[in-house]
């Protein structure tokens, strides 16, 4: 009897084992497109990433470089104010996209461009997302405005 508790328990804890296993490699399997890391201008050209990799861009929309191409192709460049990534982008834009202003893109970059397939702008007049503010203040380019948090 007590041979059959202990060999219960082994069964047990092997099961439960196997379980955890399996829901970890399930749960990073379908993450694995879900995950797109943060990049600046400046990082992108200092280590370029793989063609098919797909990750965010995020910067200020470069005064004077936004072209409206034929349809809803629309390019431009956005800087981080240390470098500048052009951007194709077909879709309809957001309201609140301007030159000059933040902006974050989801893409790949490929041959020089960022192929973006979403494109995210800023939501008032001092919202910036937080990984645009953290790139722009490195480079030096970033104001904080009056009443902001972290000021």
Do not use: C, W
């Amino acid at each position: 009897m007590r041979g059959l508790k202990k060999k219960r328990r082994i069964q047990i804890v092997m099961v439960a084992a196997a379980a955890l296993v399996l829901s970890t490699g399930l749960i990073g399997y379908a993450m694995r497109d879900g995950i797109n890391f943060f990049r600046a201008p400046s990082q992108i050209l200092a280590e370029p990433p793989a063609p098919t990799e797909t990750f965010r861009i995020g910067g200020l929309v470069e005064q004077g470089s936004l072209v409206r191409g034929q349809g809803e192709t629309v390019r431009f460049s956005v800087t981080d104010g240390g470098a500048s990534i052009p951007v194709v982008f077909t879709g309809v834009l957001p309201d609140l996209f301007a030159e000059n202003e933040g902006m974050v893109g989801t893409g790949r970059y490929v041959d020089g461009v960022f192929e973006a397939t979403e494109i995210l702008a800023k939501h008032d007049e001092t919202y910036m997302p937080k990984e645009v503010k953290d790139a722009l203040e490195e480079q030096g380019v970033y104001r904080h405005y009056e009443g902001e948090e972290g000021t």
